[in-house]
């Protein structure tokens, strides 16, 4: 099941599937880890609403309009939730 990171909630990891941006917006993220495959923890949000968000131990602050393109899922203890998980 595919989401956008707004709808996550804080310190809920999740696994990024794909950066809905256009190659030259998405670098500067890539650059800073945020890559598909990563784990991503919205940690809290900066007093104007923008989501803080932990990406392999470092913190990096998005805009709200950034994290709405960034799709991804759910993680299960074991891991990436399933399929039969999410229904």
Not at 16 to 40: N, S, T, W, Y
Not at 70 to 79: D, E, H, I, M
Request: aromatic letters at 0%; one cysteine or more; a negative charge.
């Amino acid at each position: 099941m595919e989401l956008r990171l707004p709808s996550i909630p804080l310190n809920q990891t999740v696994e990024l599937i794909h950066i809905d941006l256009p190659a030259e917006q998405a670098e500067p993220l890539m650059e800073r880890g945020v890559l598909p495959g990563c784990r991503i923890c919205p940690v809290r949000s900066s007093p104007s609403g923008d989501p803080i968000i932990s990406v392999d131990g470092a913190l990096l602050a998005l805009r709200r309009e950034t994290a709405a393109c960034l799709c991804v899922r759910l993680l299960s203890a074991s891991g990436v939730t399933s399929l039969q998980d999410a229904s």
